[in-house]
């Protein structure tokens, strides 16, 4: 049956695209929708920063008419330049059990990003790795949480079939909350404390107590990520865009912040209790009843979820991660709480795996990007 690809280039076709992988993942039990209104958001320049320094292109494949497959293209110049790189990136990758539209589709994403001049594709990466990362190669029976992606082992088929090769692997520790700290864990702890020399670690109350730290954090984050793979400095807007999105997601409990004596962050980091199963439930919409289903789910989570951390670099020999992991440790069990999901490590990431080790995690889902010369 012969098929069409065509360029995403009007709000019908947008949202053909945007609405495909609910169609591809029906009866998925592990698959999340995206919120749709972030969704519409994502791929509007107006309201996503990002698209303002990078090209991107979006390709849909039909089928009589039927929309059954899409990709997105990104160059992110200003990456780029940084990195002094000419690599273009392939990003929500989504077919049905056919390799032949995979193949068209990454074609043609090649062949834009070679009229571009880039000199490799890699992918599936969005436009920083704040967006989800890689295709799940492990784990596929496992729950999958906030900004992470969900496919089919076909996919991951598809893409060695075309000719990419492993760019980098990803972990995600799984952690049993322990009834209480180990001895271990608590002797390291109390010498950690014993040595702050002024140094305090805040714990919040109330969303309210969060935001005059919103900024100094993603700050914080530009300090200590700028070496770190597909990382994207946030300008002042972009922070204000990532603190929208996430904010209302937020349990104060859960962001803890070591700061120094002028109040300013040296290390930090953040959870949330997992939501996945309200926006399934929700099946991607906040209204007109989505958000209590979120909300619920916010409320009966046993599994947190960690999204983001950063220790500033001249601090990182001071323990503070183990003063943090066992802060979260306590938190969440008295959240009544029996799991944390470290989210995505990278896995040349070895001092922060053999924390995640010390509290007892155990790699249970791995993501892979993949690379291919032009």
């Not at 995600?172 to 390291?188: A, C, G, K, N």
């Not at 040296?266 to 991607?284: H, T």
Request: charged letters at 25%; hydrophobic letters at 40%.
């Amino acid at each position: 049956m012969s098929f069409k690809i065509i360029e995403v280039q009007n709000r019908s076709d947008l949202r053909k695209f945007i609405h495909l992988p609910s169609k591809i993942h029906k009866g998925h039990k592990n698959w999340i929708p995206p919120l749709y209104t972030e969704e519409w958001d994502f791929y509007n320049p107006s309201k996503n920063r990002a698209m303002a320094y990078s090209d991107t292109i979006l390709f849909l494949v039909l089928q009589d008419g039927k929309p059954v497959g899409r990709v997105m293209g990104i160059v992110n110049k200003r990456y780029n330049e940084i990195r002094g790189e000419k690599t273009a990136r392939f990003y929500n990758l989504e077919t049905y059990q056919n390799y032949e539209i995979a193949h068209a589709l990454l074609l043609e994403v090649e062949k834009w990003a070679r009229a571009k001049g880039m000199e490799r594709l890699v992918g599936p990466l969005g436009f920083s790795d704040k967006d989800p990362q890689g295709l799940l190669i492990e784990g596929y029976d496992e729950p999958i949480v906030l900004a992470s992606n969900c496919n089919y082992p076909y996919l991951v088929e598809f893409v060695n079939r075309y000719g990419f090769k492993k760019e980098i692997d990803l972990v995600v520790y799984s952690i049993t909350i322990p009834d209480s700290l180990p001895d271990f864990y608590q002797r390291i702890l109390k010498r950690v404390q014993s040595r702050a020399n002024g140094f305090r670690m805040l714990s919040f109350a109330r969303k309210s107590d969060i935001k005059p730290f919103i900024k100094p954090v993603l700050s914080l984050v530009n300090e200590t990520f700028a070496d770190i793979y597909c990382f994207n400095p946030m300008d002042p807007d972009e922070m204000e865009e990532l603190a929208e999105k996430y904010l209302s997601f937020i349990d104060p409990r859960f962001l803890k912040v070591i700061v120094n004596s002028d109040n300013q962050p040296l290390a930090f980091i953040l959870g949330v209790p997992d939501i996945c199963p309200g926006i399934q439930k929700s099946r991607g919409y906040l209204f007109p009843f989505g958000f209590l289903h979120i909300l619920r789910a916010m409320r009966i989570s046993k599994m947190l979820s960690l999204l983001l951390g950063a220790i500033h670099p001249h601090y990182r020999n001071l323990g503070f991660d183990t003063w943090m992991g066992a802060e979260m440790l306590n938190e969440a069990r008295k959240a009544g709480m029996t799991s944390i999901d470290s989210h995505l490590e990278l896995e040349t990431n070895t001092k922060m795996r053999a924390e995640m080790e010390k509290m007892g995690g155990v790699v249970y889902k791995r993501y892979r990007v993949f690379q291919k010369k032009l």
